[in-house]
């Protein structure tokens, strides 16, 4: 770990960050979060389908990024698939990352499916897919960047899941997103436990202002209270500065 890091615990390092689905929403307001709490020198790898929001969203940090040494990389991948998965990890294998004090991986990229009673999912081909990208290609991603950047003395690894209330809590109607979010959060409890040397975090944002929520409005007509996506951002990076968590656990933003 740096001089300078061990001098500054309020940051999150020397990092190599790698976001999925920074285009939009949570992981947007994530990553502008995170790249204000790295070290010079930093690495942030912004990942989604649309390479021409993840350019304009570079291109808003750019006066931040350049005074503080920040390199800033978009990652166009669509993590449907495997090329993409693929694309991803040999991406993150580029970068000089032995300079580095932390990887920081956020699994932040997912989707709603349908919302429909269970008894509607008959069509195997769909529940498949759904699956597939927000539980397979997780699993698959975060393996692939193990592999690519593996544990060594002095490098801090964190795995962060962005999880739900419905990780924990059955929903009637809500049967494939319920299902993916409580897979995803065992499947990181497990990560957790095979791994003592890297810190794994289940956190759930609660509800905020953002495309998913505009598409949960179009499919139940039911409108609530949101939050701006800065809010949540700022309480995951604050958890991760102060590392104190139990890797494994979950985490709300309504929590203390
Ligand atoms: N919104 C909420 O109230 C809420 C509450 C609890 C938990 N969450 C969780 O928070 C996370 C972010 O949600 P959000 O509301 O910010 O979602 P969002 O507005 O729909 O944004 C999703 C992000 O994922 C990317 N993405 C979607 N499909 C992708 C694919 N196939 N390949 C690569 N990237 C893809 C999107 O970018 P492109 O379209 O450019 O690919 C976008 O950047 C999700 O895990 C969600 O389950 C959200």
């Given at each position: 770990?740096?001089?300078?890091?061990?001098?500054?615990?309020?940051?999150?390092?020397?990092?190599?960050?790698?976001?999925?689905?920074?285009?939009?929403?949570?992981?947007?307001?994530?990553?502008?979060?995170?790249?204000?709490?790295?070290?010079?020198?930093?690495?942030?790898?912004?990942?989604?389908r649309s390479g021409m929001l993840l350019q304009e969203l570079k291109e808003e940090l750019q006066s931040f990024t350049e005074e503080h040494k920040l390199v800033v990389r978009c990652i166009t991948a669509d993590l449907t698939t495997r090329e993409g998965v693929n694309d991803?990890?040999?991406?993150?294998?580029?970068?000089?990352?032995?300079?580095?004090?932390?990887?920081?991986?956020?699994?932040?990229?997912?989707?709603?499916?349908?919302?429909?009673?269970?008894?509607?999912?008959?069509?195997?081909?769909?529940?498949?897919?759904?699956?597939?990208?927000?539980?397979?290609?997780?699993?698959?991603?975060?393996?692939?960047?193990?592999?690519?950047?593996?544990?060594?003395?002095?490098?801090?690894?964190?795995?962060?899941?962005?999880?739900?209330?419905?990780?924990?809590?059955?929903?009637?109607?809500?049967?494939?997103?319920?299902?993916?979010?409580?897979?995803?959060?065992?499947?990181?409890?497990?990560?957790?436990?095979?791994?003592?040397?890297?810190?794994?975090?289940?956190?759930?944002?609660?509800?905020?202002?953002?495309?998913?929520?505009?598409?949960?409005?179009?499919?139940?007509?039911?409108?609530?209270?949101?939050?701006?996506?800065?809010?949540?951002?700022?309480?995951?990076?604050?958890?991760?500065?102060?590392?104190?968590?139990?890797?494994?656990?979950?985490?709300?933003?309504?929590?203390?």
């Amino acid at each position: 770990m740096s001089d300078d890091h061990a001098a500054n615990p309020r940051t999150l390092g020397k990092c190599i960050c790698i976001i999925t689905g920074a285009s939009k929403g949570f992981g947007r307001a994530l990553a502008c979060e995170v790249s204000r709490s790295v070290m010079p020198g930093s690495i942030l790898l912004m990942v989604a389908r649309s390479g021409m929001l993840l350019q304009e969203l570079k291109e808003e940090l750019q006066s931040f990024t350049e005074e503080h040494k920040l390199v800033v990389r978009c990652i166009t991948a669509d993590l449907t698939t495997r090329e993409g998965v693929n694309d991803t990890v040999a991406a993150v294998r580029q970068e000089a990352a032995d300079e580095m004090d932390h990887v920081l991986l956020v699994n932040n990229a997912a989707s709603l499916g349908d919302i429909s009673r269970f008894v509607n999912f008959t069509d195997f081909d769909k529940v498949n897919s759904f699956l597939s990208f927000n539980v397979s290609s997780a699993l698959a991603l975060t393996a692939g960047i193990l592999k690519a950047l593996p544990c060594r003395a002095g490098l801090r690894w964190t795995v962060v899941n962005v999880s739900s209330l419905f990780a924990l809590q059955a929903m009637p109607s809500w049967v494939l997103y319920c299902t993916a979010k409580a897979a995803r959060e065992m499947m990181f409890r497990v990560l957790a436990e095979e791994e003592p040397n890297i810190k794994v975090l289940s956190y759930s944002p609660g509800p905020m202002d953002t495309e998913m929520q505009q598409e949960i409005l179009r499919l139940t007509g039911v409108s609530r209270h949101l939050l701006p996506c800065q809010e949540p951002a700022a309480k995951l990076t604050k958890l991760l500065l102060d590392n104190s968590f139990a890797s494994g656990t979950h985490h709300d933003f309504f929590e203390d």
